[in-house]
């Protein structure tokens, strides 16, 4: 008499790395270590071990879709070679291209921030109201308080979405502002330049 055929997982390694790919398929932003041992019941080493092997499986040029460590968490995005395809397929804001005052803005307010309204007006020489609507609007910034005193000025810091869509693991992997030089007119050309060169 045969037996029924069973599928048995040989390896409970292989078994928890593929729980996490379920987990970060389903999820709709990245996932830290501490997060995904809780939602698999499993421990925090083996999650980071069973990463390492989905980061093999799914990595640049061998899959559709590449595993990375971005904004403090691990992600599923689009490989390179379909990252044209995709946005046909899909129309987001984040898909359009940032204007030049978007990408200055942006650039301020991840090496400055948290930063006013007024401040980014400062340093760019031009009023910031809509470019800071529109940076809101898309998440890739987001209010961090106000300046102190009445009235104070919203300030502005960067979101997890701004790591994520600039491939960032965090803030602190932009290139270092002490680098840039000293002049304000010789960073903000600076800024801009970095700022294009992530977004490309």
Same mark, same amino acid.
Do not use: W
């Given at each position: 008499? *045969?037996?029924?055929?069973?599928?048995?997982?040989?390896?409970?390694?292989?078994?928890?790395?593929?729980?996490?790919?379920?987990?970060?398929?389903?999820?709709?932003?990245? #996932?830290?270590?501490?997060?995904?041992?809780? +939602? %698999?019941?499993?421990? +925090?080493?083996?999650?980071?071990?069973?990463?390492?092997?989905? !980061?093999?499986?799914? &990595?640049?040029?061998?899959?559709?879709?590449?595993?990375?460590?971005?904004?403090?968490?691990?992600?599923? &995005?689009? %490989?390179?070679?379909?990252?044209? %395809?995709?946005?046909?397929?899909?129309?987001?804001?984040?898909?359009?291209?940032?204007?030049?005052?978007?990408?200055?803005? #942006?650039?301020?307010?991840?090496?400055?921030?948290?930063?006013? &309204?007024?401040?980014?007006?400062?340093?760019? !020489?031009? /009023?910031?109201?809509?470019?800071?609507?529109?940076?809101?609007?898309?998440?890739?910034?987001?209010?961090?308080?106000?300046?102190? !005193?009445?009235?104070? /000025?919203?300030?502005?810091?960067?979101?997890?979405?701004?790591? &994520?869509?600039?491939?960032?693991?965090?803030? +602190?992997?932009?290139?270092?502002?002490?680098?840039?030089?000293? *002049?304000?007119?010789?960073?903000?050309?600076?800024?801009?330049?970095?700022?294009?060169?992530? /977004?490309?």
């Amino acid at each position: 008499m *045969d037996r029924p055929l069973r599928l048995i997982s040989a390896n409970p390694l292989d078994q928890l790395a593929r729980t996490l790919e379920a987990l970060l398929v389903v999820a709709s932003q990245p #996932l830290a270590v501490e997060e995904l041992a809780r +939602a %698999a019941d499993d421990d +925090a080493e083996r999650v980071e071990t069973a990463l390492g092997l989905l !980061g093999e499986r799914y &990595r640049e040029g061998r899959s559709g879709i590449v595993l990375e460590k971005v904004a403090g968490g691990y992600a599923f &995005r689009a %490989a390179r070679e379909a990252a044209e %395809a995709c946005s046909r397929l899909v129309e987001h804001p984040l898909e359009r291209g940032l204007s030049q005052a978007s990408l200055e803005t #942006l650039a301020i307010v991840a090496y400055l921030g948290p930063v006013s &309204r007024p401040e980014i007006a400062r340093i760019r !020489g031009v /009023a910031a109201d809509s470019t800071v609507a529109s940076l809101l609007e898309r998440g890739l910034i987001g209010e961090a308080g106000r300046e102190s !005193g009445p009235g104070g /000025a919203v300030r502005y810091r960067t979101t997890p979405l701004f790591e &994520r869509v600039f491939g960032l693991e965090s803030a +602190a992997a932009l290139p270092r502002l002490d680098d840039l030089g000293a *002049d304000e007119a010789e960073i903000r050309d600076r800024l801009v330049s970095i700022a294009e060169r992530r /977004a490309g």
